[in-house]
């Protein structure tokens, strides 16, 4: 269940709040609808309770506010807007990722692709994605902990009413395994349609909170629409008629006519039917174009189960081969339930057909009475003469609402009972894939798919697919290599006779090696990508500053430059051998001091980048944190170390060998002095003075975020 209590904040025109003093209940089994106009403060109503902006109140979810749920990924699914996925990521890439960010297997990436139908464009990229795709692609990512509550906000905005039928079919079979189901919405049909109960607030404030049945009796009334060239005229009539109706000799009287003028040929009469209406048309030589009734709904919609295609390959392949011992009777048929009245009264769906092929007439009564059992309007056809799929909620028993998500009834199947397939199916394009499942059934599977038990969130897995994922790395990493080889072939047929420079491509012009500067962005895309496509925490754009995190991310991005470094080493040495041989290698030099400290240099750059996109939450500024080592840092430290005290750090690893009592072994004794030499290097300290002042910025800021 859900809880709000004395929600306020946000900000209004003049000072006041965008949501003022908001309370209701999204209880478990159940969908709430919170429906509002644009700008009433729905969006902002979920965010205070997710604690994303300041303001007065609190949210419990299960009776706990979310910062006691110990991994609100596990408990809570959120949709706020669209993924913010990297668009050269695929589906899966960017699932697998999360599976780690969530503490969940991975092979829960491929079940949820298949549940909300895009299994087949798994391996797609997202830039790709539609607005329909992208819609159940957060979907699968809300789901991805199997959550017991579920916060959308306005999920089926901008997409086909195919996709929102279906997104609704999936949300109800949600709801029918117990979980909570809080959703935003702009339509009031749809909301009828989809909510078991429906909470209204204009201008942040609760205007009304209802059951399904008494918001479509009070918000879509039955209604006539009449098209006619004299509207106008024909109105007039109606209420006079109305006015003057006789109680004993018109069964009319009494019942009060409301005409609603909707355009300049077209009115909306509330509280007549369409034989009154075109009476009272005909006897006064009225032309009339149009006469209808019309409940506010639109009809019935066939759901898009799935977006891949899949559905139509599987019809291709039943048509071309049917099975002949099949019989309707061994048909799945999945009930309609109807919702007792003591609970929260809603309006019969049929499951096995999506939202979209019913219609809710609520009869047109005193608001105040008691609400009649919704009834159906156009049901789908039977499958046979003595069965169908569609029920009066009448006809049916009325189910137990469930207590706990965990706990859900299995499906009502006439015929032999079969088990459950697994979800994991092939993904070859060309091959067909499984005969599509109605959302409800879809999400009765995923229901299915309990995960044991709470585990551990895994900050170095999820760095490492990330990092596995994003081409960006790639690229950078292998331009860098490009680079570094034609400058060390340019520097050795010039003849430079600088080991260092010739086997890392740095020409003495450049401030920086240029794998160095590609180190250092590798390193700030780690961070700089996690800004700019917040996957790890899409609900408010900011990445968690832990230090778990922290250290996977220096992890990762220190391998790749330690990878870089070597890859750069042997790449340039071994191509500038077999060119010009062994005389296009400058001699001398001690080969391990060259290759630890360039190591060294490519860690610390890439640190360097971590930690400045880190608090700067930009990309660009860790790499321009890399460049002002070199620029601005590397002068000061070169200045510092020319005063008499500086130049007394050259005698140190001298003075530490005579001061020690013991006799250090050779191998340690020079490890430990090749060490301090490197140290010594100007490089070396302006690397390490701006590697000391990041880490210090970094605590900082995690700090502050913490206090607030």
């Not at 007549?272 to 919609?301: K, M, N, Q």
């Not at 001699?587 to 060294?600: C, I």
Request: aromatic share 4%; net charge positive.
């Amino acid at each position: 269940m859900i809880q709000a209590i004395g929600l306020t904040g946000g900000s209004r025109e003049g000072g006041r709040p965008a949501v003022d003093d908001l309370s209701f209940e999204a209880p478990a089994g159940r969908i709430t609808v919170l429906l509002g106009a644009e700008g009433a403060g729905k969006t902002t109503a979920l965010r205070l309770m997710l604690q994303l902006e300041g303001g007065r109140g609190v949210a419990l979810f299960r009776g706990r506010p979310l910062h006691r749920v110990p991994n609100p990924a596990r408990e809570i699914g959120v949709v706020l807007g669209d993924v913010p996925g990297h668009p050269a990521r695929t589906a899966r890439g960017h699932l697998r990722m999360l599976t780690a960010a969530a503490g969940v297997p991975a092979s829960r990436a491929d079940d949820v692709l298949d549940v909300v139908g895009l299994s087949g464009l798994a391996d797609e990229k997202l830039g790709a994605f539609s607005r329909g795709m992208d819609r159940r692609l957060g979907l699968a990512t809300a789901l991805l902990g199997d959550p017991h509550t579920l916060l959308l906000d306005e999920p089926s905005r901008d997409v086909s009413p195919r996709e929102a039928a279906w997104l609704h079919g999936l949300l109800q079979g949600y709801a029918a395994q117990g979980g909570a189901v809080l959703v935003t919405s702009s339509d009031a049909r749809a909301a009828a349609r989809l909510g078991h109960r429906v909470v209204t607030i204009e201008e942040g404030r609760l205007a009304a909170d209802q059951s399904a049945a008494d918001f479509a009796r009070t918000r879509l009334r039955p209604r006539v629409v009449v098209r006619s060239p004299h509207a106008d005229r024909l109105a007039s009539l109606l209420v006079d008629e109305s006015q003057r109706a006789r109680p004993g000799a018109d069964p009319n009287a009494g019942c009060a006519v409301e005409v609603v003028r909707e355009s300049g040929s077209r009115i909306a009469v509330y509280g007549s039917t369409c034989a009154a209406v075109g009476d009272t048309a005909f006897r006064h030589g009225i032309l009339v174009h149009r006469l209808a009734d019309e409940v506010g709904d639109t009809g019935p919609i066939t759901p898009l189960t799935r977006a891949d295609g899949r559905a139509r390959i599987a019809a291709r392949a039943e048509r071309s081969s049917p099975d002949l011992g099949t019989t309707p009777s061994d048909a799945t048929v999945v009930p309609v339930f109807s919702e007792p009245a003591t609970a929260t009264p809603h309006a019969a769906v049929a499951l096995s057909g999506g939202l979209g092929g019913t219609s809710v007439i609520p009869p047109a009564a005193d608001p105040d009475a008691t609400a009649p059992p919704p009834h159906l309007v156009n049901p789908a056809p039977p499958l046979d003469s003595t069965q169908s799929p569609v029920q009066t909620p009448t006809d049916l028993p009325t189910p137990t609402p469930p207590t706990h998500a965990s706990t859900f009834k299995p499906l009502n199947i006439q015929g032999p009972h079969k088990p459950l397939k697994p979800l994991r199916t092939s993904l070859s394009p060309g091959a067909p894939g499984p005969a599509p499942a109605s959302p409800e059934v879809a999400a009765r599977q995923l229901v299915s798919l309990r995960l044991a038990g709470r585990g551990p969130e895994w900050p170095l897995r999820y760095e490492l697919r990330r990092a596995t994922t994003d081409p960006a790395g790639l690229v950078v990493a292998v331009l860098s290599l490009a680079v570094a080889l034609v400058f060390a072939l340019v520097l050795a047929r010039a003849g430079d006779t600088s080991r260092v420079h010739v086997l890392t491509g740095w020409p003495r012009q450049l401030p920086f090696p240029p794998a160095a500067l590609a180190a250092g962005l590798i390193g700030a895309l780690s961070f700089g990508q996690e800004f700019r496509y917040p996957a790890l925490a899409p609900e408010q754009g900011t990445v968690p500053r832990r230090l778990g995190l922290l250290a996977a991310k220096l992890l990762i991005s220190g391998a790749a430059a330690a990878l870089l470094a070597v890859g750069t080493l042997l790449l340039d040495g071994a191509l500038v051998r077999g060119l010009f041989g062994s005389a296009g290698l400058p001699q001398g030099g001690d080969w391990k001091v060259l290759a630890v400290s360039w190591t060294a240099l490519m860690i610390g750059c890439a640190w360097a980048g971590v930690l400045a996109a880190g608090v700067f939450r930009s990309t660009a500024m860790g790499l321009a944190a890399v460049l002002a080592v070199p620029v601005l840092v590397l002068p000061l430290v070169q200045q510092a170390l020319e005063t008499p005290a500086g130049r007394s750090l050259v005698g140190v690893p001298a003075r530490l060998r005579s001061a020690a009592l013991v006799q250090w072994p050779s191998g340690f004794d020079q490890a430990v002095g090749t060490v301090l030499r490197l140290a010594a290097q100007p490089v070396s300290g302006a690397l390490t003075l701006s590697l000391t002042a990041l880490v210090f910025a970094y605590a900082l800021t995690a700090l502050r975020k913490r206090a607030r």
